[in-house]
């Protein structure tokens, strides 16, 4: 743990190995606005294959689909469906904090509405008023748990919010962050970006001290952690607490005078630091969040960086010695929005030159350039523009699907695809159709959108992926498949246009897109694409998993975070030796 005595100066956004951060005491920050470079964002683009053979996790070669999901699986209900159709990876929270502004619980209101995007099952904001935490939190939508008269019951000038999606804990009300505890020198409330890879084993071990929990999250036992730090600080009991943290962690924390924000060693999920005008420090989980309320972007909170928001100014500190950074490629893949900054990096000029690296690499003789809409577009928009061919809307997304439907008696083949996704005619009879999107997790929804489009009269279908394919499940905070349910870890790209149904079919190499990302290539985790994990999880049961649906036609909403993944087999036979021999 590093710490100085001398002010903060602005930093940039760099993602070099960041040094230990200046600690303020004496001197209160004037909470000026202040604007700072944006930083500009070189984008390369190089060749690539678009042969790709699936390797390391090479499984039985069967049906990827059948095994995990029962056919003629009923409703409880018997009318409704529960809909869950994307067959994306989830990104599962988004965060924000808000320091000295009056109204810091309406501009935490609307932050999370820009954040809610990474998480849409349950919301909460907890403010600080008259030194007490007051809490609201619900399932669903931000504009369904939050309105005018609930938002009045939170004022003060202090505040911090979450949008969630579950990782580790079922989705269920108990669940829904921030989380508010007291323990005995006050209250303290955190809101958690991530997954730890060692929670239950830490839970466990709270467990036996006497440790009674409320959650099935493991967000819980960072307070547990910080409960029985033997630090006085409160700073130094986070500190203390996170040093026990494997895993990826973006947090957020409030006390009846503090804001505090924290992102752990690695880096793995995003967070950044914005004032607006009035001076009030604002802390979020991407740059669309600050752009909405006004507050002007900073700089990122460093990887392995504590940093306090109080009276005496902004005080920063390093956690400990840093690792190399390993931050979530899927961020500019597909989670965060076109418009945010993430990891220094704009997140359309990345999906952009995607595109543009997969026109030049994989091109087809094509009519027209669609996507899968919305996280699809700017790179279908850059493979049209790279390969001179128009882009056109050829599927139109409904933007106002529940999660519930009622569906007729008499089936409709693709019920889930077909109430999110149309296709215009128009566009699409007797065209030869290039159609780009984000990624291909299961390819149930691949293969159905393929036969959407060649029932609305396309001639040709060719499938380009702007991401390279996925093969290994994610511990750090995204919402993945067990590895055996990916289709790239059972086909090959052969197999898989095959089982889709087009006519050709092309993913971006993993070498080209660490080459586009030049030298900031060593800073992200390729761990979905590769099965090399920066901090292998050495549990036998590491994370929650949901969407256990295909496309709304099977599963419930309990089974939403409900499936516990596997470690690797030989992990966990090591480490049921090292118990065996701890116990004799």
């Not at 008499?410 to 149309?422: A, E, H, N, W």
């Not at 897109?513 to 900031?520: A, F, G, T, W, Y």
Request: glycine content about 8%; charged content about 25%; aromatic content about 8%.
């Amino acid at each position: 743990m590093a710490a100085t005595t001398t002010k903060p100066s602005p930093l940039s956004s760099s993602l070099s190995k960041p040094t230990p951060l200046p600690l303020t005491h004496k001197n209160p920050p004037s909470f000026s606005p202040k604007t700072l470079h944006k930083p500009s964002f070189p984008l390369k683009t190089s060749s690539l294959s678009h042969t790709h053979k699936a390797s390391s996790f090479t499984l039985r070669s069967k049906n990827p689909i059948s095994e995990f999901f029962p056919a003629n699986k009923q409703n409880p209900d018997g009318d409704f469906i529960d809909y869950d159709d994307d067959d994306k990876p989830r990104e599962e929270c988004g965060v924000v904090g808000i320091y000295g502004d009056p109204e810091a619980s309406r501009l935490c209101y609307l932050a999370l509405h820009a954040l809610q995007h990474r998480g849409q099952e349950g919301a909460g904001i907890v403010c600080v008023q008259d030194d007490v935490l007051q809490s609201i939190t619900g399932v669903g939508l931000v504009s369904e748990v939050f309105n005018q008269t609930k938002l009045d019951q939170l004022p003060g000038d202090l505040a911090i919010g979450h949008v969630r999606y579950s990782t580790a804990g079922a989705s269920m009300l108990k669940n829904v962050q921030p989380f508010v505890a007291g323990y005995r020198f006050g209250s303290v409330g955190v809101a958690h970006n991530g997954n730890l890879v060692n929670y239950r084993a830490l839970r466990a071990k709270l467990e036996d001290t006497g440790s009674i929990f409320n959650t099935s999250s493991d967000t819980e036992v960072v307070l547990h952690l910080i409960a029985i730090s033997k630090h006085r600080p409160f700073l130094l009991r986070i500190v203390d607490a996170c040093e026990q943290l494997e895993g990826a962690y973006s947090m957020v924390f409030v006390t009846k005078d503090k804001l505090v924000a924290v992102r752990d060693p690695h880096g793995f999920r995003p967070l950044v630091m914005g004032r607006r005008s009035n001076g009030s420090v604002v802390f979020a989980s991407e740059t669309c969040a600050l752009d909405l309320i006004e507050a002007t972007y900073e700089r990122e909170v460093f990887p392995g960086e504590v940093v306090v928001v109080d009276k005496e100014g902004v005080q920063s500190l390093c956690l400990m010695s840093h690792p190399q950074p390993k931050q979530c490629i899927f961020e500019h893949i597909y989670f965060a929005l076109p418009n945010s900054v993430v990891f220094g990096r704009s997140v359309y000029e990345s999906r952009r030159a995607f595109g543009e690296i997969l026109a030049t690499e994989a091109p087809v003789d094509c009519d027209v350039v669609i996507a899968v809409p919305d996280s699809g577009v700017v790179a279908a928009l850059g493979y049209a523009a790279k390969a001179g061919v128009a882009f056109q809307q050829g599927l139109i997304r409904s933007h106002y699907v529940g999660r519930t439907f009622i569906e007729p008696s008499q089936k409709i083949r693709d019920f889930g695809v077909k109430l999110k996704l149309s296709p215009v005619r128009a566009v699409l009879e007797g065209k030869r159709v290039v159609v780009v999107d984000d990624s291909i997790v299961r390819g149930t929804t691949s293969s159905k959108i393929v036969r959407l489009l060649k029932e609305a009269g396309a001639k040709e279908v060719h499938m380009r992926i702007a991401s390279p394919p996925i093969i290994a499940s994610c511990y750090y905070g995204v919402d993945t498949p067990s590895s055996e349910e990916l289709i790239s870890n059972r086909m090959s790209v052969e197999e898989i246009r095959e089982f889709i149904g087009s006519d050709s079919l092309a993913f971006l190499p993993i070498a080209k897109l660490e080459k586009m990302l030049d030298n900031q290539s060593p800073n992200f985790c390729y761990a979905c694409f590769s099965g090399k994990y920066p901090v292998e999880p050495g549990e036998v049961k590491v994370k929650k998993v949901g969407d256990f649906v295909d496309d709304g036609l099977t599963g419930s909403f309990e089974s939403i975070g409900g499936g516990w993944v596997q470690a690797n087999q030989t992990q966990k036979e090591e480490k049921d030796k090292e118990f065996e021999g701890s116990v004799l």
